[in-house]
C-alpha cells in the first residue's frame, strides 16, 4: 500500500477514532503518486513524494516528482529527529491493532463479507481489507493475505457490467461512499497481485468515478453527476490517486477540478463544510478535506497549513489544550507524506 495511502488513512482515523498509524507495508509496494498540484498562490510549493515501481508505463510518465531535500521543509516544521517515527505513533495501540484484525479475519464469511447488513457492504469489505493491507499482509501473503483474496473476490463479483460495485442485500447510506472504499481496495490489490481480472473491473470502476463527478468538481451519494458533498467526495479522489499509483489513466481535469471543489468547502476558521455554502467546520470532515488535498497531490500551501491547524484545535490533546499544532500527530503524519 502506497506511503501516501497510510498517511491519509491515519489522519482520517486521528478525527474519527484516535486511531494510531498503521504498520508501514513492504517497501516494494509503494507506487508512483499522481503530479503535484498547485497551491494556491502566495502558499508555499508543494514537497514531493518519493515514487517507487509502477505496474504499467501509463505511472512511468514524466509528472512523477521526486522527494524534496530536508532543507527544502517550509518555515516552523520541527527537524526529522524530533518527529516520532511510525512506530512510535503506533506502538500504543499494538494490542488493538492486532485485536481489531484478528476480529475482522474471525468475522469474515467463506463469500469474503463480514456477516449480514452492513457486514455485506462493499465499504465494509473495502475498508476490512484495507486494515489487513496496513498490517503487512498482502494478497495471498502473510497472516491474512487469504483474508484479503477473500475481499477482492467479493469485491470483484459485486461490480457491475457499467463498473458500479455494489452488493445486492447489503445495507446502505450511499452507495458511492462503498463504491469509492472498494475502488480503493481493488486499486491497492492490483499493485500487489498478478489476478488479470483485477485489472478490468478496476479499470471500470475508475471510469464510473470519472463519469459521476459533477459541476462543480465532487462527488455525491449516487453514480450520477447532479450533486457533491465533502465525504462522498474524499472516498472517490483516495480511489482515484491509488489507481493512479497503480499505473491506470487517471485525467487530470478530473484531478483539478476536485482540488477547486475542496478549497471552495473550507472556511474562513481552516475547518471544511459539508458543502462550499456550508459555514459550519466540523472535525472529521476537515480532516477528510486535508486527506483529499493530499489525494490530489497539494501537499503543502495555506489550505493544508489552516486545515491542520484546525483539525489539530478540535483533536482532544490537541493545542487547545496546551499543545503545539506542529509537535501533534496529524503534524507529523503529513510531513512523512
Not at 502506497?2 to 491515519?10: C, H, K
Amino acid at each position: 500500500m502506497s506511503r501516501l495511502t497510510r498517511a491519509g488513512l491515519s489522519l482520517l482515523g486521528l478525527a474519527l477514532a484516535q486511531a494510531a498509524q498503521p504498520a508501514p507495508a513492504p517497501a516494494q509496494v509503494i507506487m508512483a503518486p499522481l503530479p503535484e498540484r498547485a497551491a494556491q498562490p502566495g502558499s508555499a510549493k508543494p514537497s514531493a513524494v518519493t515514487p517507487g515501481a509502477a505496474k504499467s508505463d501509463a505511472a512511468k510518465s514524466d509528472d512523477r516528482p521526486g522527494r524534496a531535500s530536508p532543507d527544502s521543509a517550509g518555515a516552523g516544521r520541527l527537524s526529522a529527529a524530533a518527529m516520532p517515527s511510525a512506530a512510535e505513533l503506533m506502538t500504543p495501540a499494538r494490542r488493538s491493532i492486532d485485536r481489531g484484525l484478528a476480529y475482522l479475519a474471525g468475522t469474515q464469511q467463506a463469500d469474503g463479507s463480514l456477516g449480514r447488513g452492513y457486514g455485506r457492504n462493499v465499504a465494509v469489505v473495502g475498508l476490512a481489507g484495507m486494515a489487513m493491507l496496513a498490517s503487512g499482509s498482502t494478497p495471498g501473503r502473510g497472516p491474512y493475505g487469504e483474508n484479503i483474496d477473500r475481499c477482492v473476490d467479493y469485491l470483484i463479483q459485486s461490480t457491475q457490467p457499467s463498473g458500479f460495485i455494489t452488493a445486492d442485500g447489503a445495507t446502505s447510506q450511499g452507495p458511492m461512499y462503498g463504491h469509492g472504499f472498494a475502488t480503493l481496495l481493488l486499486a491497492e490489490a492490483y499493485g500487489m497481485s498478478p489476478r488479470e481480472e483485477l485489472r478490468d473491473k478496476l479499470s471500470a470502476a475508475v471510469k464510473l468515478i470519472v463519469s459521476s463527478q459533477n459541476d462543480e468538481g465532487g462527488w455525491r451519494y449516487q453514480p450520477r453527476p447532479n450533486d457533491a458533498d465533502i465525504s462522498v467526495t474524499i472516498c472517490q479522489i483516495m480511489a482515484l490517486r491509488a489507481a493512479r499509483n497503480a499505473g491506470l489513466h487517471v485525467p487530470n481535469e478530473t484531478v483539478d477540478r476536485c482540488v477547486a471543489y475542496v478549497r471552495r468547502c473550507q472556511n474562513p476558521d481552516g475547518g471544511f463544510g459539508y458543502m462550499p455554502r456550508d459555514a459550519t467546520s466540523l472535525f472529521p470532515r476537515s480532516a477528510a478535506g486535508v486527506v483529499a488535498l493530499f489525494s490530489a497531490g497539494v501537499y503543502e500551501g495555506d489550505e493544508v497549513t489552516r486545515g491542520l491547524a484546525y483539525v489539530e484545535r478540535q483533536r482532544p490533546g490537541g493545542p487547545a489544550r496546551g499543545r503545539r499544532a506542529e509537535d501533534s500527530g496529524a503534524a507529523a503524519l503529513a510531513r512523512e507524506i
